[in-house]
């Protein structure tokens, strides 16, 4: 390649420097194109604990400069995604960018896959890492099984992937004004129709340190993607609501013809069975009216745009390694 191009990564990184100083010494060792100049920025998320000076010596031979973007407050990996792609959008000259986990899980030689994935596919698509295979318990596998049908069900299509995803400069300018990425990067390029295309990636092992997620943050982040359709979902309840109200009508019906026409059933019984039934028919009507008003609500609020908004949250930004 005669042209120089230019390749910077985005991660995501509260309280795990210990993870992230070995991430980047596997970083410096992935092949990449020729001639590509590679930067890295961490988004620290306003971590307590201070960066290690074994971090900020840290020698490299393929990454030219490591950056820290500082926070002003603890936002949580989608948000500060969506900040540092802003930022990187704002201020950065590139041709890809890559976002990934710090802990190591997001195996950093398959950046070379995406890459060519992306080359053979003309640049013109985000190409997300498909979790081909996890790591993790089988107490968070189970739930995240849990969480897929969930989605599926309620969203109409599946998700497996997460982070892990490179984005051609061509269309970075598309994701920094996706409101729907400030609470969660995958579903909000899902909502957006941005075109994408999932290859599958082994997912690795932590490099160090625990996991930050327990069960209520994984909860939080499930629910967070699904509110990315929350209209959607709304309105499938809805229709369900609806769907339910026929039946129950229809069962009334049933009930009243029995009662009128028939010397079926024990005395009394259709008083009972009616009144049961209007009152599921009374609760349907008051839980779709609420999700009617959720609804309207949702479409006339103003939302927050990231390459808008992301300014307000930035606290700092300087280099480790000039």
């Known amino acids: ?31 990449i194109p020729q001639g590509t100049n590679l930067e890295v920025v961490i988004v620290d998320d306003y971590s307590t604990m201070p960066i290690p000076d074994s971090l900020t010596h840290q020698e490299h031979l393929q990454i030219r400069a490591v950056n820290i973007l500082r926070l002003r407050r603890n936002l949580g990996h989608q948000r500060a995604i969506a900040v540092g792609l802003s930022y990187v959008y704002s201020h950065s000259d590139c041709d890809w960018v890559v976002v990934m986990d710090g802990d190591g899980e997001d195996n950093p030689f398959a950046i070379e896959h995406l890459l060519n994935v992306s080359d053979k596919t003309g ?10 295979k996890r790591s993790e318990s089988y107490t968070f596998k189970f739930f995240y099984f849990i969480y897929k049908k969930l989605y599926l069900l309620l969203i109409g299509k599946e ?24 609470n ?28 930050k997620m327990n069960l209520v943050s994984l909860v939080t982040h499930g629910l967070s993607s699904i509110a990315v359709y929350g209209d959607i979902v709304g309105t499938r309840i809805l229709l369900s ?6 039946i129950l009508l229809l069962l009334l019906g049933f009930v009243l013809l029995i009662r009128v ?25 008051l839980i ?17 745009i990231p390459v808008r908004d992301y300014k307000y949250y930035v606290d700092d930004f300087f280099t480790l390694k000039p």
């Open 123 to 132: 640049n013109n698509k985000i190409i997300f890492a498909k979790r081909s």
């Open 241 to 246: 609501i609806v769907v339910l109200l026929i």
């Open 288 to 304: 779709g009216t609420v999700f009617s008003l959720i609804i309207l609500s949702s479409r006339n609020q103003s939302n927050l």
């Open 1 to 31: 390649m005669t042209d120089r191009r230019n390749l910077v990564i985005v991660i995501p990184s509260f309280n795990d420097w210990e993870a992230l100083e070995k991430l980047l010494l596997l970083i410096d060792e992935i092949i």
């Open 159 to 182: 998700i497996s992937v997460g982070n892990f995803s490179l984005l051609p400069a061509y269309l970075l300018k598309n994701v920094v004004v996706i409101s729907e990425i400030w």
């Open 184 to 211: 969660h990067y995958s579903s909000g390029i899902y909502r957006s129709r941005i075109p994408y295309l999932e290859v599958d990636v082994p997912r690795a092992k932590r490099l160090a340190g625990q996991p």
């Open 261 to 285: 026409f028939t010397d079926w059933g024990i005395p009394g019984w259709a008083t009972y069975v009616s009144g049961l039934l209007v009152l599921s028919m009374l609760q349907l009507v």
